[in-house]
């Protein structure tokens, strides 16, 4: 049997203790202080939706695989059969959809912003206006040239422009998730607990930016009524969507359209066909439980991502759907996928776009719809 000295001892105990000591260093002096949810407003459980397909992944088909990196939403232009969607390289993507073939696809670039577009949206003059998350809102014309519409607002600077949609009358209704946090802390905003976000017009005539709604929680998708009398708008950690009145007399006023989503919202598109399509970036799960109630364990993960973005914790991705009253109609989902920021129904497909994948998910909504459960 071996001997075992004071030497020996000496070492495992460095060992063991070491990163412990480094790791509570860390804790102290790391500056992301999240404060406590509200967690009065998640005493109920999830939502569930009436029909669900949960292995979504077993009948999609990738757009694009290769050329779109990380699209995070998707516009589409019926008249041309296009989609557009912004790239983590920059990159504003045409993508002309192949019936016969989705993975025929032609993807063409249309232009770089030299930032991170996330929400695009297309414009009555054919052009594709950006929520751009560095750079503000944006107006791309066809022959690629790029205006900065906006990047504040009321002095105040956007940090994180995230989605956009326009009026009728030619108002552009947009988030600003944060004006404290850019992109690349956008975890820190998720996780801190904290109301950052905004939801601001810009007025095409006038050239000014107005805020609507301030103090949100990771202000993210938005979306307007086929009755263009309100926008809906979703809050990330707070799995909310609500709604913002833009005409009649309850003009101004805000109100909750769907509470306790089973899991954390990302784009919210409208299908002219009566339903919401709701991308969820990661289900709502125990371990996410546990972070809403202990900031103390949020800001553990926060420190961890600093060095490590491994996103296990979003999983069983997907998209949710609502009707105009905001009553779920159908889920969409699978344990394989992480991150899906946006889907958009055209025709008989689905179309979800993404934070991680090269490629945007099509899935066949009559080979593979929902089942009732």
């Not at 909750?256 to 899991?263: A, K, Q, R, V």
């Not at 709502?284 to 914790?313: G, H, Q, T």
Request: a negative charge.
């Amino acid at each position: 049997m071996p001997r075992i000295t004071s030497c020996s001892l000496a070492t495992v105990a460095f060992s063991v203790v070491a990163p412990v000591f480094a790791a509570i260093i860390m804790y102290q002096l790391d500056s992301f202080d999240p404060a406590p949810f509200p967690v009065h407003e998640f005493t109920q459980l999830p939502l569930t939706a009436p029909a669900k397909n949960v292995r979504m992944l077993q009948g999609s088909e990738f757009v694009g695989f290769g050329k779109l990196q990380e699209p995070e939403d998707i516009a589409y232009d019926d008249k041309s059969g296009t989609i557009y969607t912004g790239c983590v390289d920059g990159w504003i993507k045409r993508v002309k959809l192949n019936d016969s073939a989705v993975g025929d696809s032609a993807v063409e670039n249309l232009v770089n912003t030299g930032g991170r577009p996330l929400g695009v949206v297309l414009g009555p003059r054919n052009e594709v206006i950006v929520a751009d998350a560095y750079k503000g809102l944006l107006n791309i014309s066809l022959d690629g040239s790029v205006e900065v519409l906006t990047n504040e607002a009321e002095g105040v600077e956007f940090k994180l422009t995230d989605a956009a949609v326009i009026a009728e009358d030619g108002t552009i209704y947009f988030t600003d998730a944060s004006h404290k946090h850019n992109l690349h802390d956008a975890w820190h905003d998720v996780l801190g607990g904290k109301p950052y976000g905004r939801l601001i017009s810009f007025d095409p005539i006038t050239r000014k930016s107005k805020v609507l709604v301030r103090d949100l929680y990771f202000a993210n998708g938005i979306e307007i009524s086929p009755n263009q009398d309100y926008v809906v708008f979703c809050e990330t950690p707070m799995r909310r969507c609500r709604k913002y009145y833009i005409q009649g007399k309850d003009k101004g006023r805000v109100e909750s359209f769907i509470e306790n989503l089973p899991g954390l919202p990302d784009n919210i598109h409208y299908d002219g066909q009566g339903h919401y399509w709701i991308a969820l970036a990661t289900e709502f799960d125990r371990f996410w439980d546990l972070m809403y109630k202990y900031p103390v364990i949020r800001k553990c993960l926060a420190i961890i991502m600093k060095y490590n973005r491994n996103y296990a914790i979003a999983k069983n991705s997907g998209v949710f759907v609502l009707d105009l009253e905001g009553k779920p109609t159908a889920h969409y989902q699978d344990p394989g996928l992480t991150l899906i920021s946006t889907g958009v129904k055209i025709g008989n497909h689905l179309y979800c776009g993404s934070i991680v994948y090269p490629y945007i998910i099509s899935l066949d909504l009559t080979k593979h719809p929902a089942i009732p459960i």
